[in-house]
């Protein structure tokens, strides 16, 4: 390892200690100023992290961590607060129903799996990293049930254009949203996998 990967991996820890610190969202800005990076090279960084699904940005420019910088020490959340933990909680669905459980988070117009409980003889395939048309997983719907119509819509536009062998029905798309805000969660229909039903709900904001 070079001593430039070491600086690298240092500045990582020191972004994710500044969110832990502050637990308030911060700009590219506002992180190089409070950590003495150059402002080129915490943007850069940034970025990566973004694309590596630990940070997200909003509307307004402003990055935060993202649920899978919580998952990575779920083993650790496990030994001190037992049954409290999510991780916990996950494989309790997974062994009480013998299904398979997901977590996932918006990427673009796609939403990204960052955990996967696979159910004994359950497709090998679906795994953590997998990307899916954010209007067909119920994954995404339950993600875009915490958005405002019109961003909900422009995301369903932009999937459209990025997966046309995917492309959605936005307007019944939207009625769909509407109704599962009202439940509180969604399903797929089979609209990922043929003859595969998936039930998601939205967690709590961190």
């Excluded at 972004?15 to 950590?35: K, Q, S």
């Excluded at 916990?88 to 996967?116: D, K, P, S, W």
Aim: glycine letters at 8%; proline letters at 5%.
């Amino acid at each position: 390892m070079t001593e430039r990967d070491v600086k690298s991996a240092r500045r990582t820890l020191e972004v994710l200690e500044h969110f832990a610190a502050t637990h308030r969202p911060a700009t590219v800005g506002e992180i190089a100023r409070t950590l003495g990076f150059p402002q080129s090279s915490t943007s850069m960084l940034l970025g990566e992290l973004t694309r590596l699904g630990y940070l997200e940005q909003n509307a307004v420019r402003q990055f935060r961590p993202t649920l899978r910088v919580l998952l990575l020490g779920g083993w650790m959340q496990d030994r001190l607060l037992g049954e409290g933990s999510l991780l916990r909680r996950l494989e309790g669905l997974r062994t009480r129903h013998q299904a398979t459980v997901l977590v996932g988070m918006q990427a673009g117009a796609r939403v990204r799996y960052i955990l996967t409980l696979r159910r004994p003889q359950a497709d090998p395939t679906m795994r953590a990293g997998m990307m899916r048309h954010i209007g067909r997983a119920a994954v995404g719907k339950a993600l875009l049930m915490g958005c405002p119509d019109a961003e909900a819509m422009r995301l369903l536009r932009r999937a459209n254009a990025e997966q046309p062998a995917m492309r959605v029905e936005v307007a019944a798309l939207m009625e769909d949203l509407r109704q599962s805000r009202n439940l509180g969660w969604t399903e797929s229909r089979g609209a990922v996998v043929r003859g595969q039903n998936v039930i998601a709900a939205p967690l709590p904001p961190i």
